[in-house]
């Protein structure tokens, strides 16, 4: 069964960059079937996404996040990541990786989560 | 952007009846409309997809329907369980996806 798990620092300073890793483990990131994602939300909010990519690489991020996001694979590793750059209390949320089978289809598995504050 | 709004944003039900959530999409997604449910400190977890087809799992009670720019998710008789925030997502116009506010069903 595919499991995905988020990790990185909980803690990050506002104009700093968030790193965020998800470790794949059940299942290989380098299938050709499957996209993997990041999706946020803030405490007591709702969900954003912020951007997908390909194991070949490809990416799609979200217009509203474009300029500061970059979400890359390893596929040593089998584990993709997040980068967020320039970083307020706005990004304040728990983190989400998640795999989905392509662009037009929904989202399944989504691992458990991440809280990140931003704060100094 | 296609802008998700979901109503009501809280639904007061009584364990064994019926809720129907709704959830309008700004422009037509086809029937690309996936819901999810979220409890208290869990990820959310795919109920319906492809607007009226349960995910592996997913109990009977839990239907959709609509196509286009409304949407429906019924939940038959309400289980303890059930109660949770519920949220709509369209995967037809990206980038990027995007999620309705949330409806949150709670015990009356």
């Known amino acids: 069964q595919l499991q995905l798990q988020e990790s990185g620092p909980g803690l990050v300073k506002p104009s700093e960059t968030l790193s965020l890793t998800c470790t794949v483990s059940g299942g290989s990131i380098s299938s050709s079937t499957y996209y993997w994602g990041w999706i946020r939300q803030p405490p007591g909010k709702g969900l954003e996404w912020i951007g997908s990519i390909y194991y070949s690489g490809s990416t799609y991020y979200n217009p509203s996040l474009r300029s500061r996001v970059t979400i890359s694979v390893d596929t040593s590793k089998n584990q993709f990541s997040l980068k967020l750059s320039s970083v307020t209390a706005a990004d304040t949320a728990v983190y989400y990786c998640?795999?989905?089978?392509?662009?037009?289809?929904?989202?399944?598995?989504w691992g458990q989560g991440t809280l990140v504050t931003v704060s100094s | 952007e296609t802008v998700m709004t979901q109503s009501p944003g809280t639904l007061s039900v009584s364990p064994g009846e019926r809720a129907t959530l709704s959830c309008r999409a700004s422009?037509?997604?086809?029937?690309?409309l996936a819901w999810y449910q979220q409890k208290p400190g869990q990820a959310p977890r795919l109920l319906i997809y492809g607007a009226s087809t349960r995910a592996t799992g997913i109990p009977a009670r839990f239907s959709g329907s609509g196509s286009g720019t409304e949407f429906t998710l019924t939940i038959s008789s309400l289980q303890s369980e059930d109660f949770a925030v519920y949220y709509c997502q369209q995967y037809h116009n990206w980038p990027p996806w995007t999620f309705g506010q949330g409806t949150k069903v709670e015990i009356k």
């Open positions: 422009q037509s997604v086809s029937s690309n």
């Open positions: 998640v795999r989905h089978s392509g662009m037009a289809t929904p989202i399944l598995p």
